[in-house]
């Protein structure tokens, strides 16, 4: 995109002024009004982009409001009730829209008003000849901050002859996975860039890019606009995301940097979490980063829930990433079914055998306790991060407030539970290298150096 235009972008000031648009039902089987007209996409104060169609003709009370007397209070809307829109800007370009809802504004003169609110936008356009390498630029608007390790160079000249240059560490540059990345701090956004032969980028890639850019910060981003350029097509996206703000979770990032230092481990810790997940074909979340995200968003809620995510989150981890410890081995399962059989031909009450029997269908699923101490019997993990985390979890699942314990102790167990977290997380992606032991007063870097074979 043209640099007025991420300007007004940035200023929630963007506007496409279109002479044609074109509104769709989303399943082209259904019977729904398509409607065509001259509008304008704008985007309000709040980010959101808002369409405004002008139509001719007229339109019934009851046309205007078949979308509300079809639906029911309390039910996720149908594909069907969605449209999708196609509109040509004074530029020229096509832009595309999809899971829109009109909304019809009839007035007294000939023709009426189609409202709606897009939360994503996109064109494509053919380039001159085929790419040898495929490339995205994902642009987060905000200050945010990264630790760099590269530097860029402004230099004022007057007629020739040099007046001024001004230096500033604001680029962080390295390889990982097949890609060349490079990540730039500009004004009022965060530019990320992705450069690559082996392989198409998908829309899954650039999820996992999100994500992992997202871990190592230790904060929630949302993506504003996106540029992919592909063979011979370049795909412009423009969302619409609130800019991203500083963060106010209780959350730090598995290594704590500044601007200045930690760049290497911190890329290093990218990487390795996006070899982890660069496999995975859904454009939605991979599941370890929901956890990671549950995590990062519980620091912003009370400690109560941030205990009681970041104790969850440590069994949805090991469920997920270790579901091959602590598995029972074959003599378990036949003592557990030996006692079905016999609880069976009991004459206890039918309601006493089927607690008894989902009693012993528990024990045939491995506790996350028996994973974590496994573990620690093979030196990955420490004894005094699943004690803190069986403390915690013990006083989260029973409701108990930090005013029961003393709150100091309290807030010593959420940190060692984090630690005990981004450990798990490190073995599972294979990560080796510095890390902040927030277990720890004064928040010291150590070295995690524990492999799993």
Not at 136 to 151: A, Q
Not at 176 to 185: A, L, Q, V
Not at 207 to 220: C, K, N, S
Request: net charge negative; proline share 4%; hydrophobic share 35%.
């Amino acid at each position: 995109m043209k640099a007025n235009e991420l300007e007004l972008i940035s200023n929630n000031k963007f506007v496409l002024d279109c002479p044609k648009i074109t509104l769709s039902p989303q399943l082209p089987s259904t019977d729904k009004k398509v409607y065509t007209g001259p509008g304008s996409i704008t985007q309000s104060e709040t980010g959101e982009f808002l369409l405004k169609l002008y139509c001719d003709g007229a339109i019934s009370s009851k046309e205007a409001l078949s979308r509300f007397l079809g639906t029911t209070v309390g039910k996720i809307l149908d594909d069907s009730e969605y449209y999708c829109l196609s509109a040509v800007d004074l530029e020229e370009r096509s832009w595309e829209a999809k899971r829109i809802l009109p909304n019809i504004h009839s007035r007294q003169i000939p023709g009426y008003l189609v409202f709606g609110r897009l939360n994503e936008i996109s064109y494509s356009s053919s380039l001159p000849k085929t790419l040898a390498k495929s490339s995205v630029n994902i642009k987060y608007r905000g200050d945010i901050d990264i630790p760099c390790n590269e530097g860029s160079m402004i230099e004022t000249s007057i007629g020739g002859e040099r007046r001024s240059m001004y230096t500033n560490l604001n680029i962080a540059k390295f390889q990982t996975s097949g890609f060349e990345i490079e990540i730039e701090k500009e004004k009022g956004w965060l530019s990320f860039c992705a450069v690559t032969q082996s392989c198409p980028i998908t829309d899954a890639v650039i999820t996992r890019f999100t994500e992992a850019l997202q871990f190592v910060l230790g904060r929630t981003l949302h993506w504003s606009v996106i540029e992919l350029f592909q063979q011979q097509t370049q795909e412009t996206r423009v969302r619409a995301a609130l800019k991203n703000e500083k963060e106010s979770s209780r959350i730090q990032p598995p290594i704590s940097f500044r601007s200045h230092d930690n760049a290497n481990s911190v890329w290093n810790l990218f990487g390795k979490y996006l070899d982890h997940v660069i496999s995975y074909t859904e454009r939605k979340w991979h599941p370890l980063f929901s956890l990671i995200h549950a995590v990062i968003e519980s620091g912003k809620a009370s400690l109560e829930a941030e205990a009681l995510t970041l104790s969850v989150s440590i069994e949805g981890l090991l469920k997920r990433e270790f579901s091959a410890l602590a598995l029972p081995d074959e003599v378990f399962k036949k003592q557990v079914n030996d006692a079905r059989n016999l609880i069976e031909r009991s004459e206890l009450s039918d309601s006493i055998k089927e607690r008894m029997s989902g009693f012993l269908g528990a024990m045939l699923s491995p506790r996350a306790k028996d994973r974590l101490f496994i573990l620690k019997d093979k030196g990955f993990i420490d004894k005094e991060l699943i004690e803190s985390w069986n403390d915690l979890r013990n006083s989260s699942a029973h409701a108990d407030s930090p005013e029961s314990v003393d709150l100091q102790t309290y807030l010593n167990r959420g940190s060692s539970v984090l630690v005990l977290f981004y450990h798990l997380v490190f073995l599972a992606t294979g990560y080796t290298g510095e890390y902040t032991d927030y277990s720890s007063y004064h928040y010291p870097m150590k070295s995690f150096n524990q492999i799993m074979a």
